[in-house]
T-cell receptor, first 110, second 113 residues
Framework: EDKVVQSPLSLVVHEGDTVTLNCSYEVTNFRSLLWYKQEKKAPTFLFMLTSSGIEKKSGRLSSILDKKELFSILNITATQTGDSAIYLC??????????FGKGTKLSVKP | KAGVTQTPRYLIKTRGQQVTLSCSPI?????VSWYQQTPGQGLQFLFE???????NKGNFPGRFSGRQFSNSRSEMNVSTLELGDSALYLC????????????FGQGTRLTVV
């Protein structure tokens, strides 16, 4: 069965800290890897990664994919309380559907 | 550009009833996928529609069905509701599901009592 595993499951940090969230996946039918931030309801799109080694960056967030080792990381620098959310990683398989990990719950304390 | 719109936002239904949820994708997007989110199982794929055809289906019973209209709007139907169907139902809009970004709507919170 296709699996996406995220770690850690939860994380508590203080404002200003840097965090790294991990996502590993199975290689079967891999097309792309997507990251989302979910605060209340709708997961908000962050990044889509298709190529190994190319970092995607948006403000304090960045992400990179390693297709050889089958993982991706999401980095958040200088964290703020507004970064508190569940971060979801999803693999898109050849048929197009997204297979999600359980998510990492990030809590940023003032 | 308007985002993905799901209606209704909240629903309370009784066991045995049926329910229909609606999703309007981003203008120009032809792919709509549906997901069920529960605390225990996380986000699970229900099905995907592209140009009015079901292109992909997850492992859910036949009580879960859907359709897509010519304007790309999609509906999801759940018949003979069970308590375990209580969940947040999310739809995702893509221009083409194979290798493009997917954008989610706010979801419909369904409670079955």
């Amino acid at each position: 069965e296709d699996k996406v595993v995220q770690s850690p499951l939860s994380l508590v940090v203080h404002e200003g800290d840097t965090v790294t969230l991990n996502c590993s996946y199975e290689v079967t039918n891999f097309r792309s890897l997507l990251w989302y931030k979910q605060e209340k309801k709708a997961p908000t799109f962050l990044f889509m990664l298709t190529s190994s080694g190319i970092e995607k960056k948006s403000g304090r967030l960045s992400s990179i994919l390693d297709k050889k080792e089958l993982f991706s990381i999401l980095n958040i620098t200088a964290t703020q309380t507004g970064d508190s959310a569940i971060y979801l990683c999803a693999k898109r398989g050849s048929q197009g559907n997204l297979i999600f990990g359980k998510g990492t719950k990030l809590s940023v304390k003032p | 550009k308007a985002g993905v719109t799901q209606t209704p936002r909240y629903l309370i239904k009784t066991r045995g009833q049926q329910v229909t949820l609606s999703c309007s994708p981003i203008s120009g997007h032809r792919s709509v996928s549906w997901y069920q989110q529960t605390p225990g199982q996380g986000l699970q794929f229900l099905f995907e529609y592209f140009s009015e055809t079901q292109r992909n289906k997850g492992n859910f019973p036949g009580r879960f069905s859907g359709r897509q209209f010519s304007n790309s709007r999609s509906e999801m139907n759940v018949s003979t509701l069970e308590l375990g169907d209580s969940a947040l139902y999310l739809c995702a809009s893509s221009s083409d599901s194979v290798n493009t970004e997917a954008f989610f709507g706010q979801g419909t919170r369904l409670t079955v009592v």
